[in-house]
């Protein structure tokens, strides 16, 4: 597709429940991002990904989030146990492989995917 | 680590008003760096960037931007602005390679009547 698509626009759960966060990356684009934005103003890198393969998790919290991205899928970021903590929006975002590997990063971002855990 | 700063939390400006956004950035380099916009309840649309050459940039929506080496900054202008205006601005820095953006915390613009 021509824009990053996150699916559901917004998820609702329970402490202690799981959530499962979808993105579709632009066609062509092999690089995916994972980011977290708290209190509407702070964005957190938590996991990328180079096609199928984890590139930096250095920001996933160790436990209860996990991520995919397997090919022919969607991507997918899944939060285990859910904590009030974890409220907040999950934007996606996707960048072209040649502009990467020129230095030169351009992300296209989904409209995010806002969780609310009560 | 790089990092970036939005000096200004919330700025308030009157429509028609012309609006100057501070966007500094710590880095040893020259990182590439972006505006980002993000209206209430939407996701985050890119306004311009800077990846070399003219340090003067024009984007979206009648945008401009200025790269300073000497002062490590980037600050997002507008001649005058729209009501249409007032939304959430973000700066955002990434140095090379695969590395994530680093964002600033950034400004809430609001513009009166």
């Known amino acids: 597709g021509e824009e990053v698509a996150q699916t559901p626009k917004h998820l609702v759960r329970g402490e202690g429940q799981k959530a499962k966060l979808y993105c579709a990356p632009i066609?062509?684009?092999?690089?995916v991002f994972w980011y977290q934005q708290v209190l509407k103003n702070e964005f957190k890198f938590l996991i990328s990904f180079q096609n199928e393969n984890v590139f930096d998790e250095t920001g996933m919290p160790k436990e209860r989030f996990s991520a995919k991205c397997l090919p022919n899928s969607p991507c997918s970021l899944e939060i285990q146990a859910t904590k009030l903590e974890d409220s907040a929006v999950y934007f996606c975002?996707?960048?072209?492989?040649?502009?990467?590997?020129?230095?030169?990063?351009?992300?296209?971002f989904g409209q995010g995917t806002r969780l609310t855990v009560v | 680590a790089q990092s970036v700063t939005q000096p200004d939390i919330h700025i308030t400006v009157s429509e028609g008003a012309s609006l100057e956004l501070r966007c500094n950035y710590s880095y040893g380099a020259t990182p590439y760096l972006f505006w980002y916009v993000q209206s209430p309840g939407q996701g985050l649309q890119l306004l311009l960037k800077?990846?070399?050459?003219?340090?003067l940039v024009q984007g979206i929506k009648g945008f401009e931007a200025e790269f300073k080496r000497s002062q490590s900054s980037f600050n997002l202008r507008k001649p005058s602005v729209h009501w249409s205006d007032a939304a959430e601005y973000f700066c955002?820095?990434?140095?090379?390679?695969?590395?994530?953006?680093?964002f600033g915390k950034g400004t809430r613009l609001s513009v009166i009547a």
């Open positions: 975002a996707s960048s072209h492989p040649e502009r990467v590997w020129q230095g030169a990063k351009e992300a296209f």
């Open positions: 800077y990846f070399s050459g003219d340090t």
């Open positions: 066609k062509g684009h092999s690089y």
């Open positions: 955002a820095v990434v140095v090379s390679g695969n590395t994530p953006l680093v």
